[in-house]
C-alpha cells in the first residue's frame, strides 16, 4: 500500500537552510512525478516544486525559483527538498505528493505520460512544518 512519510521540518532562521526528505514505501518513487506543496495558515495549498518520472525535469514556483531544488535518490525511494536563503513566507505545512500514477484495488500503478508532473497528484503524505523566523 501506498504511504508516504514527509520529515525534516523546523524552526529555522532567516538565511538558513533545511531539507526535507519524502520517503515511500508500497511504490517505487523513480516511476512517478513528485511533487512538494505548501499551505501556510490563513491561505491556499500552493505548489513548490515537482520532479518528472525517470528525472524528466523539474519545476518550481516562481519564489522559490534559485533558493530550493528538488532531487529523488532512487536507491533510497526518497524525494528530497533542499531550501536555501529561507525567507520568512517560506513558513507553512509542506506536503509531498505523487501523481502519474492510479489506484487499481490496493495497488497504485503508473500511467504513461512522459513527466507525470502534470497529471493528478493523488497520494499524499501527511506533511512537515517549517518555521522561519529570528
Known amino acids: 500500500q501506498l504511504q508516504l512519510v514527509e520529515s525534516g521540518g523546523n524552526l529555522v532562521q532567516p538565511g538558513g537552510s533545511l531539507r526535507l526528505s519524502c520517503a515511500a514505501s508500497?511504490?517505487?518513487?523513480?516511476?512517478?512525478?513528485i511533487g512538494w506543496f505548501r499551505q501556510a495558515p490563513g491561505k491556499e495549498r500552493e505548489g513548490v516544486a515537482c520532479?518528472?518520472?525517470?528525472?524528466?525535469?523539474?519545476t518550481y514556483v516562481d519564489s522559490v525559483k534559485g533558493r530550493f531544488t528538488i532531487s529523488r535518490d532512487n536507491a533510497k525511494n526518497t524525494v528530497y527538498l533542499q531550501m536555501n536563503n529561507m525567507k520568512p513566507e517560506d513558513t507553512a505545512a509542506y506536503y509531498c505528493?505523487?501523481?502519474?500514477?492510479?489506484?487499481?484495488?490496493?495497488?497504485?500503478?503508473?500511467?504513461?505520460?512522459?513527466?507525470?508532473?502534470?497529471?493528478?497528484?493523488?497520494?499524499w503524505g501527511q506533511g512537515t512544518q517549517v518555521i522561519v523566523s529570528s
Open positions: 508500497g511504490v517505487t518513487l523513480a516511476n512517478y512525478a
Open positions: 505528493a505523487v501523481a502519474g500514477g492510479f489506484y487499481r484495488g490496493s495497488g497504485y500503478y503508473p500511467t504513461t505520460g512522459h513527466n507525470g508532473c502534470d497529471e493528478d497528484f493523488n497520494a
Open positions: 520532479i518528472g518520472r525517470s528525472n524528466s525535469g523539474t
